[in-house]
């Protein structure tokens, strides 16, 4: 055990805060509804910072002032028909805990996720109702060199990536003696649905449906049971810059076919994919999905407003054979991960968006594999994959008044084709890939991850 808890309060906003009932958007309410982690490290300059203890009351005291204009992450959740949430705005608060750790920073080596690293970040109980459950829940952890770790895990079906980061940035201003920067834009159901105007065409949502099995099976119950491991496998400039020279090699970007050579994360989640499906075996025949994770926030007119707070994120998969990724280019498979982003425009939006607000029952679209063990994620398992982008997410340089951060992850999580792509802390370009893997293809995967770029 790497941490003792020693104290655990709940934290109110600072002032009355509106109290109601809010309507969630259909984007709120499937895909992974709860709990997401990330933890920060820091080693302050022992001159420049105050004793520990103030360090919390910093903390404690900024958070609850945080919570006035970020005030839905004071509420709870609670369901209603259709398998529908809504949000309770009643003020009751987020958990803030404080733990002790008999390790020093530097036993963590280079700050990997491990078995240690569990217990730095706070444990949700999903046994408990969800109406008792915050939806921030916060864990400062003392090492014994006198550094410590600030670990997260927020509500998704509340924030989607760039809602956390905005306020998690406004909170670390708040504890600095700042202003808030950008205040949360919290009437999204209200603005979608004065807004958005109604589809003008109606598209045959694939990311709807099942996803593969792997031949020969029926349902994924087997696959589930697999071990996973989670490894970090960082690549640097060149090595990126090796993979996108790969994948863009023998394309004429002149052809008015190809607007533009493929992207990092085009490139890198192809290369990815294809050595999931090699390390995994996977027979020619064998149909496999990749989840791209599509932010949509520009993508519809008009745009949604500046700090808008909750979620505006749209999940597509890129489809494909394993023997069609296996044996073409690279550029094979980054070409089949651009079809699905760019199938994602203003009128399949509205569409999709149309397609949920109809539905009976939201439960099959929702994703409570993060909390059951024996839930599986619609893109995550053998044969299929999920590749999230952190690239453009504000993630680094979280200064609370005693400097950035030495290390900063996401948290645990232990989902056979679970995988994140995040850029180096450096800002040299180079990225670091986050991989959750059967641990009976793991060691493959790395073998063929490197074996074309070292």
């Known amino acids: 055990m790497a941490a003792t808890i020693k104290s655990s309060y709940v934290l109110k906003p600072a002032e009355a805060t509106w109290q109601g009932c809010q309507t969630l958007s259909e984007w709120d309410q499937i895909g992974c509804i709860?709990?997401?982690?990330?933890?920060?490290?820091?080693?302050?300059?022992?001159?420049?910072?105050?004793?520990?203890?103030?360090?919390?009351?910093?903390?404690?005291?900024?958070?609850?002032?945080?919570?006035?204009?970020?005030?839905?992450?004071?509420?709870?959740?609670?369901?209603?028909e259709g398998g529908r949430l809504e949000l309770d705005c009643n003020g009751m608060g987020v958990q803030f805990i404080?733990?002790?750790?008999?390790?020093?920073?530097?036993?963590?080596?280079?700050?990997?996720?491990?078995?240690?690293?569990?217990?730095?970040?706070?444990?949700?109980?999903?046994?408990?109702?969800?109406?008792?459950?915050?939806?921030?829940?916060?864990?400062?952890?003392?090492?014994?060199?006198?550094?410590?770790?600030?670990?997260?895990?927020?509500?998704?079906?509340?924030?989607?990536?760039?809602?956390a980061c905005h306020f998690i940035g406004e909170w670390a201003k708040l504890a600095r003696g700042e202003p808030v920067g950008v205040m949360p834009?919290?009437?999204?159901?209200?603005?979608?649905?004065?807004?958005?105007?109604?589809?003008?065409?109606?598209?045959?949502?694939?990311e709807f449906n099942q996803p593969p099995n792997l031949l020969g099976q029926s349902d994924d119950l087997q696959e589930s049971k697999m071990k996973t491991t989670l490894t970090m496998l960082r690549l640097t400039k060149?090595?990126?810059?090796?993979?996108?020279?790969?994948?863009?090699?023998?394309?004429?970007?002149?052809?008015?076919?190809?607007k533009r050579p493929y992207t990092r994360y085009e490139t890198l989640a192809g290369h990815i994919w294809r050595c999931a499906s090699r390390s995994r075996n996977h027979k020619d025949e064998q149909p496999t999905a990749l989840m791209v994770c599509v932010d949509f926030r520009c993508r519809i007119k008009p745009q949604l407003p500046e700090g808008y707070f909750g979620n505006a994120v749209f999940?597509?998969?890129?489809?494909?054979?394993?023997?069609?990724?296996?044996?073409?280019?690279?550029?094979?498979?980054?070409?089949?991960?651009?079809?699905?982003?760019?199938?994602?425009?203003?009128?399949?939006?509205?569409?999709?968006?149309?397609?949920?607000?109809?539905?009976?029952?939201?439960t099959r679209f929702q994703d409570l594999h993060y909390a059951k063990e024996s839930e599986r994620g619609p893109f995550n398992g053998n044969p299929n994959i999920g590749v999230l982008s952190w690239l453009r997410l504000p993630i680094y340089g979280l200064d609370f008044g005693w400097g950035k951060e030495i290390y900063m992850g996401p948290g645990p999580h232990d989902f056979d084709g679970d995988s994140m792509i995040l850029p180096g802390a450096d800002g040299d370009g180079s990225v670091v890939v986050a991989l959750s893997l059967q641990v009976a293809h793991i060691d493959v995967f790395k073998k063929h991850f490197y074996e074309d770029i070292i």
């Open 34 to 80: 709860t709990h997401v982690g990330i933890i920060y490290f820091y080693r302050p300059d022992q001159h420049c910072v105050t004793p520990t203890d103030a360090i919390a009351n910093t903390l404690k005291d900024s958070l609850r002032r945080a919570l006035v204009p970020f005030y839905p992450l004071a509420g709870r959740l609670r369901w209603i």
């Open 238 to 258: 060149e090595q990126v810059d090796k993979l996108k020279q790969m994948a863009n090699e023998g394309t004429n970007f002149n052809n008015s076919d190809t």
């Open 185 to 206: 834009f919290l009437d999204g159901q209200a603005f979608l649905a004065r807004h958005l105007p109604a589809p003008t065409q109606v598209f045959d949502h694939i």
């Open 315 to 362: 999940y597509m998969p890129a489809t494909s054979l394993a023997g069609d990724l296996l044996s073409k280019p690279l550029g094979y498979a980054s070409s089949r991960i651009r079809e699905a982003v760019e199938k994602v425009t203003m009128d399949y939006v509205l569409s999709a968006h149309e397609r949920l607000k109809n539905e009976p029952d939201l």
């Open 98 to 163: 404080e733990a002790e750790s008999d390790l020093k920073l530097d036993d963590l080596g280079d700050f990997s996720p491990s078995p240690e690293s569990h217990s730095l970040l706070p444990t949700v109980d999903y046994n408990l109702p969800i109406h008792e459950l915050p939806l921030l829940f916060v864990q400062l952890t003392r090492f014994k060199c006198g550094g410590f770790s600030l670990a997260l895990e927020i509500s998704h079906a509340v924030t989607d990536g760039q809602s």
